[in-house]
C-alpha cells in the first residue's frame, strides 16, 4: 500500500495505482496537458473515490504507507495480482486493475509515437511502452 501526497492531502491506495498515477502525470506534463482522475482510496470509514488533477506543475508523490494516527492500523488483504502488494481490505483486484487500466489507457492517449530521422536517413520510432509494472 501507497500514500500519494498530493497538494496538503494524503490518500492511501495501492501500489500499482500509485505508480499508474505517477507515470500518466509525467505523460501529461510531458505535453502540457491536465487530467482528472478517480482513484480507489482507504480512508477509516472505508473505500472512498479521491478525484485528483494532475498535470504539469501540480506536485504529486508516493511513498510507502505507514500506519496513520488518523487511519489507524488498516486491516489488509494480501492477493497475487499485477501489483503482487497487499491490497487494504474493501480495496479489491478487481477495484485496483480497473484503476490502474484506466490510468495507463489515459497515459497511451497521452503519448504519443515519435518518429525521427537522423542524419543518415534511418527512421526511428520510440514506442509508449515505458510503463514501469503497471
Known amino acids: 500500500m ?4 498530493y497538494n ?6 495501492a501500489d500499482a495505482i500509485a505508480r499508474a498515477v505517477l507515470v ?9 496537458r491536465f487530467a482528472v482522475v478517480d482513484i480507489p482510496t482507504v480512508t477509516r470509514t472505508g473505500v472512498e473515490i479521491a478525484h485528483l488533477l494532475i498535470g504539469p506543475g501540480i506536485p504529486i508523490a508516493y511513498t510507502p504507507a505507514l500506519d496513520d ?6 486491516p489488509r488483504d494480501e492477493f497475487a495480482g499485477d501489483a503482487a502488494a497487499a491490497v487494504p481490505i474493501g480495496l479489491g483486484e478487481l ?6 487500466r ?10 504519443v509515437r515519435i518518429a525521427a530521422t537522423p ?3 534511418e527512421t526511428l520510432l520510440e514506442e509508449p511502452t515505458d510503463l514501469g509494472a503497471v
Open 69 to 74: 494516527p488518523v487511519l489507524g492500523d488498516i
Open 8 to 13: 496538503q492531502s494524503r490518500f492511501e491506495t
Open 119 to 121: 542524419l543518415d536517413g
Open 95 to 100: 477495484d485496483v486493475r480497473r484503476a490502474v
Open 24 to 32: 500518466y502525470a509525467e505523460a501529461l506534463a510531458t505535453r502540457q
Open 2 to 5: 501507497k500514500t500519494i501526497h
Open 102 to 111: 484506466a490510468l495507463t489507457e489515459g497515459t497511451m492517449r497521452v503519448r
